[in-house]
């Protein structure tokens, strides 16, 4: 799916519903084991951490492999020089995906003959692996004929496109293409796709939860004794603005802040201000929101001597 859908906060609501130790790794970091970089089995030892080091809890936990689409094959002939953090890493995965009993150090690092392992069976360990895939759906729209170029080119906005839509129709010949390896795609059986947050849902985000942004930036303006009001159609044009950046409900509040960080730095030397309101030019032209004041109110003067 996308950057921003949720595939990362899919997992660990997954896992805490199953109330299974979960741990979340990067593909990034990991490279074939004698390079610098941390081996494949570090993963493991993520999970037996988050299991409080009981490695029978751990047999039955979930790892959320993130950025697997930055391990793919660098190129279609093998060159000289070894690709350790792309294939080579597919590589030393299959191994642990399949089900094996892998030695784990406890401290992390680097093997080495002096040191106890851990011991931990993977078969029963559920390992979901996800990324963005920046450009499969290109491969995708090739294979199954979407015309791309010319007058019979099918065009949509970026409101209207939904990537998703393209990736569920993906097969392991697709993402062999895209630099994975064969052993790696047949060991991971069940490919799912992520839709594009629309319009809707990112509206939903920004009000609905209980940590929304909006009602964090609400609570924020109320130390400074100022009431921050969002029209409904600014909420349309922040959910707009991110679909147009493509960074999905991460981008969300970046777009909040710029819109709010003059304001911001603003207020604390103000105390004639009582309502804040963002509306749909705020975000769509980058102006300032609109400050409602009230008479500057004279406090009374304190008598020290009285007192």
């Known amino acids: 799916g996308p950057t921003g859908c949720g595939k990362t906060l899919l997992a660990q609501t ?18 074939e084991a004698g390079y610098v970089g941390e081996d494949v089995e570090n993963i493991l030892l993520k999970l037996i951490q988050a299991a409080d ?48 009993v892998a030695s784990v ?3 992390g ?20 692996c996800g990324g963005a895939f920046a450009h499969l759906d290109k491969l995708i729209e090739k ?9 019979a080119a ?28 064969p052993e790696f795609i047949g060991r991971l059986p069940v490919i799912s796709a ?14 609905t939860p209980k940590n929304a942004l909006v009602k964090q930036y609400e609570r924020f303006f109320r130390f400074d004794n100022v009431e921050l009001v969002f029209a409904p159609e600014s909420l349309d044009a922040i959910a707009d603005k991110a679909i147009k950046l493509e960074t999905g409900a991460r981008g969300l509040r970046s777009i909040i802040e710029q819109s709010l960080i003059n304001v911001m730095f603003e207020l604390p030397s103000r105390n004639d201000v009582r309502k804040c309101v963002v509306t749909k030019e ?26």
Do not use: C, W
Request: proline share 5%.
């Open 14 to 31: 997954l896992a805490r519903f199953l109330n299974v130790p979960f741990a979340i790794a990067d593909a990034t970091a990991l490279t």
């Open 53 to 100: 080091f009981d490695v029978k809890k751990a047999e039955t936990g979930i790892i959320y492999i993130d950025e697997v689409d930055k391990i793919a094959r660098r190129a279609d002939n093998p060159s000289i020089t070894r690709d350790v953090s792309g294939e080579g890493v597919q590589q030393a995965l299959l191994k642990i995906l399949e089900g094996t």
């Open 105 to 107: 150090p406890p401290q």
């Open 109 to 128: 690092g680097r093997k080495h003959p002096h040191q106890e392992f851990l011991n931990i069976d993977t078969t029963d360990i559920l390992f979901i």
């Open 143 to 151: 294979r199954i004929g979407h015309k791309g170029m010319g007058f």
């Open 154 to 181: 099918e065009v949509k906005s970026k409101l209207e496109k939904d990537v998703g839509s393209v990736f569920a129709q993906v097969m392991p010949e697709d993402l062999l293409e895209y630099g994975l390896i």
């Open 194 to 207: 992520i839709h594009n947050l629309n319009r809707k849902d990112l509206v939903s985000i920004l009000t």
């Open 282 to 307: 705020t975000i769509e032209r980058e102006v300032d929101p609109t400050l409602v004041t009230e008479a500057e109110r004279i406090l009374p003067e304190i008598d020290e001597e009285s007192a």
